[in-house]
């Protein structure tokens, strides 16, 4: 091989070399089965002025010119080598439930889908800890790409495990967060207009969510239960709030000024006093919850 240097290790079961020739680093699986018997195949040509090891990653870091990349498997994607674009400052990996691939641009971090090996989240934090983790599918990578353009969003969180293409977007420019649905070949739909500083997911049949500005929280109701009815219902006045189940019907309370009392998610008309210094100290919440506007 006339390599310079040679490192051992693992991959796809196979006992492999690193090897260094001509300023480049390659990959070779090798089977030794006496010393005049030894069996060499290419599994990645010279071309990376670093490799970085696969182990138990779907991927390797690779560098070239002082960039990197990341390089698929190449027993499962072919031409792997060849795809890979080595444009990247830096590239953190952080494993929890999945592999995440942190990538710094500008000294500036984002997150970057490792199959796809597109940016789905803009290089727009100043460490790897405040960039938001999350999976996503090949159709969501479509959609984020339309939400960039029309929307003009710099970060777009999916309503994860939903799969009906309701996502979060922050608009670069004015940095308020809105809501919007994104089913495949139909316009973006606004479902929360982007005025928010934060907005809550609707839980599952939710008629109504939580929306924060300026520090406080208020309520928005659901397009999918009301139509051109929607609109924020409760304004954004409180603290913190928690919601029961009574009857089968969502009451809420929330906190005003270190004190608890029930509102009226539908009208945002306070339905008891704000003189409650715990949850448990609520009265019984005896007041009709309507669940519907009256036309």
């Keep these: 091989m006339k390599a310079k240097k040679i490192e ?11 090897i260094y020739k001509n300023k480049k680093w390659g990959l070779y699986a090798i089977s030794a089965y006496d010393k005049d018997n030894i069996e060499i195949n ?21 560098k070239n010119k002082n960039k990197y990349g990341i390089l698929l498997n190449p027993y499962e ?17 952080k494993k929890k439930e999945a592999y995440y691939t942190l990538v710094k641009e500008n000294n500036l971090w984002g997150l970057a889908d490792w199959f796809e090996q597109e940016i789905i989240i803009d290089c727009i934090y100043k460490t790897p800890d405040e960039v938001p983790l999350q999976n996503v599918s090949p159709w969501e990578i479509a959609i984020i790409k339309r939400a960039k353009k029309q929307l003009e969003c710099d970060v777009i ?15 670069k420019n004015t940095k308020k967060w809105g809501m919007y649905q994104d089913l495949e070949g139909a316009e973006i739909k606004t479902l929360i207009p982007a005025n928010y500083d934060d907005i809550t997911f609707f839980s599952w049949n939710g ?23 929607t609109k924020q219902s409760v304004s954004c006045m409180y603290d913190d709030y928690k919601l029961y189940d009574h009857n089968n019907v969502i009451k809420l309370a ?10 009226d998610w539908l009208t945002g008309e306070e339905r008891s006093e704000f003189k409650y210094k715990t949850q448990e100290a609520l009265p019984y919440p005896a007041y009709v919850q309507k669940e519907w506007i009256e036309e």
């Design 157 to 171: 969180l999916f309503d994860s495990g939903n799969g009906d293409g309701v996502f979060k977007g922050r608009n």
């Design 42 to 62: 290419t599994i990645i040509q010279p071309k990376f002025d670093s490799l970085g090891w696969f182990d138990d990653k779907p991927f390797a870091i690779v």
């Design 254 to 263: 929330c906190l005003r000024d270190d004190n608890w009392g029930w509102v």
């Design 8 to 18: 051992w290790g693992y991959f796809g079961g196979d006992e492999v070399a690193k």
């Design 207 to 229: 008629k109504f969510t939580a929306v924060t500005q300026n520090g406080k929280i208020g309520f928005y109701l659901s397009k999918f239960s009301y139509g051109e009815q």
């Design 77 to 93: 994607i072919e031409n792997a080598a060849n795809k890979v674009e080595c444009k990247f400052s830096k590239i953190l990996i």
